[in-house]
């Protein structure tokens, strides 16, 4: 949508959303396609060499899985995470002026949430969500 303002951009990909029809759709800007598409084709000399929808992608190439934890300021959630065999990776934003701190772990395996939600249950956990590789990502992990 190269060339388009904010707002024709906006417009047109809502109208190709709302059309019950394929539509075949070539891009290099992923991020307009992966609010557009539910399926996904990644071409290389002429010839389709990965495709599937965006969870699909997803669980083919994400072994490890990123969550972000919201919890109290105070808590000591981090210590227990960062003694644990499951985890590769723990990182802490504490948002200034807030009682509030964003924990990012990193699990070796999608297995491995049971073993968190072991740990958290101890914990008064305000939000958590998983962190997706967006196309772009997956476009980068295949070239």
Same mark, same amino acid.
């Given at each position: 949508? @190269?060339?388009?303002?904010?707002?024709?951009?906006?417009? $047109?990909? *809502? =109208?190709?959303? &709302?059309?019950? !029809?394929?539509?075949?759709?070539?891009?290099? /800007? @992923?991020?307009?396609l992966e609010?557009?598409?539910? !399926?996904?084709?990644?071409? !290389?000399?002429?010839?389709?060499?990965? *495709?599937?929808?965006?969870k699909e992608?997803? #669980?083919?190439?994400?072994?490890?899985? %990123?969550?972000?934890?919201?919890? #109290?300021? +105070? &808590? %000591?959630? =981090?210590? &227990?995470?960062?003694?644990? %065999?499951?985890? /590769?990776?723990?990182?802490? $934003?504490?948002?200034?002026?807030? +009682?509030?701190?964003?924990?990012?772990?990193? @699990?070796?395996? =999608?297995? /491995?949430?049971? #073993?968190?939600?072991s740990i958290?249950?101890?914990?008064?956990?305000? !939000?958590?969500?998983?962190?997706?590789?967006?196309? *772009?990502?997956?476009? @980068?992990?295949?070239?």
């Open positions: 949508m @190269l060339g388009l303002d904010l707002k024709t951009t906006n417009f $047109i990909i *809502e =109208r190709l959303k &709302s059309l019950d !029809k394929t539509v075949f759709l070539t891009s290099h /800007n @992923l991020n307009v609010k557009v598409c539910n !399926k996904f084709a990644f071409i !290389k000399d002429g010839s389709i060499i990965l *495709e599937g929808s965006k992608l997803n #669980d083919f190439f994400q072994k490890e899985v %990123q969550i972000a934890i919201i919890i #109290d300021r +105070n &808590s %000591q959630l =981090r210590k &227990s995470l960062e003694k644990e %065999q499951f985890i /590769n990776k723990v990182d802490t $934003i504490i948002e200034e002026n807030k +009682n509030i701190q964003e924990i990012t772990v990193t @699990l070796k395996d =999608r297995k /491995n949430y049971r #073993d968190l939600f958290l249950k101890d914990h008064d956990v305000i !939000k958590m969500y998983e962190n997706d590789l967006s196309i *772009e990502d997956i476009f @980068l992990k295949i070239i």
